[in-house]
């Protein structure tokens, strides 16, 4: 004689199983977004950072002061355009994200 519900155990693992792939790759999905979304922000900050001090002592320090905010892993070109410094601050992003960037500019005096 078979057990009340004994087949339902079956069909929940089976549905389990199909189930978990799909939530990885969400998952997945979601935490690299974040960590682009952290990326970018650090970017951000180094252009920034690049940008100011390149205002007050120069290109050179500039570009300093901006790979001082993610040491290793943030490559900050400074550049003048129109009476601007533009600060241009890349993140490596390993993977098939793209890398990080993010602008920055300040007027010269």
């Known amino acids: 004689m078979p057990r009340a519900g004994g087949g339902e155990r079956g069909s929940t693992t089976v549905e389990f199983a199909l189930a978990l792939p799909a939530v990885v790759l969400v998952l ?3 935490l690299g977004g ?3 979304a952290a990326d970018a922000a ?3 900050e180094a252009a920034s950072t690049a940008a100011r ?3 007050v002592e120069g290109a050179e320090a500039g570009e300093r002061a901006g790979e001082t905010v993610a040491p290793g892993r943030v490559t900050v070109r400074l550049a003048t355009a129109d009476g601007w410094w533009v600060a241009r601050a890349t993140v490596r992003v390993p993977g098939p994200m793209p890398d990080a960037t993010a602008v920055a500019r300040a007027m010269q005096p």
């Open 53 to 55: 001090v390149a205002l």
């Open 42 to 44: 650090v970017a951000r």
């Open 28 to 30: 997945a999905a979601v």
């Open 34 to 36: 974040v960590r682009h």
